[in-house]
């Protein structure tokens, strides 16, 4: 029977080696909702969005 994909979309996470993204994994599920939060004040990069 036919299944259809459920990954709707892939992108990178910008900083996540800077911000020990790495010790966060174990902790995401699939289906996990995150908030994402505009970082109007980054000095690197004022569109930059935090997860």
Do not use: C
């Not at 174990?26 to 969005?49: S, Y």
């Amino acid at each position: 029977m036919y299944e259809p994909s459920r990954n709707i979309m892939t992108f990178h996470i910008t900083g996540f080696q800077f911000w020990d993204g790495a010790l966060v994994l174990d902790q995401l599920k699939v289906g996990m909702q995150l908030r994402l939060v505009p970082e109007f004040d980054n000095p690197h990069d004022p569109r930059a969005v935090a997860i």
